[in-house]
Structures are given as structure tokens and as C-alpha cells.
């Protein structure tokens, strides 16, 4: 796990958002929620909340995705893609 990823793990734990799991996945991070939390407002909402909680993360911006988990619905959102990642965008187009 690379410095980044530790500070965002760090961070969203200590938010102490209740009864969420967070924990390093590889070079990921996985977010486990309750059954009953809606993905689509975490979705709709999550570049707006991530970007007011990185003011607190003062490392070099690197590649982390974030796997968010309901126990029914699961999406990724990766912050500060590679290029990679923008190729695989690109294909679906």
C-alpha cells in the first residue's frame, strides 16, 4: 500500500461514518456500507465529498480506486486516473 492510499484509508476512517468498512484492497480501497444505503446519492455525491476531504491529504496525488459495496449494488470510482485507465474509457465509446 503506497502513502496515498494509507491517507485515504486514515482519513475515511476517521470520519467514523457509521457502520462502514474501510480497508485497503490491494492497491485499492474497499468501502463496504450498509444494505440500505443508497449507491446512487454516494455516487451523485462522491466527487464533491472527496474533493472537500482531500484538502487534508497533503501527498502527491496518486491512482486509487475506490470499490463501494452495499451488499446488493457495487460501483468504482478511481481518483487521479492513469492512462490506463483513460484508455479503457475511451474503448466503450
Do not use: C
Not at 503506497?2 to 468498512?21: C, F, G, M, R
Not at 484492497?25 to 455525491?45: C, W, Y
Amino acid at each position: 500500500m503506497n502513502a496515498y492510499q494509507q491517507k485515504w484509508v486514515n482519513v475515511l476512517t476517521a470520519a467514523n461514518i457509521k457502520d462502514w468498512q474501510i480497508a485497503p484492497r490491494g492497491n485499492d480501497i474497499a468501502i463496504e456500507m450498509p444494505n440500505v444505503t443508497d449507491l446512487k446519492l454516494i455516487r451523485d455525491n462522491l466527487p464533491q465529498t472527496l474533493a472537500a476531504i482531500s484538502l487534508d491529504i497533503n501527498l502527491p496525488h496518486e491512482r486509487v480506486k475506490f470499490l463501494f459495496h452495499n451488499g446488493y449494488e457495487k460501483f468504482e470510482y478511481i481518483l487521479n486516473p492513469d492512462a490506463a485507465d483513460l484508455n479503457e474509457e475511451g474503448k466503450g465509446r
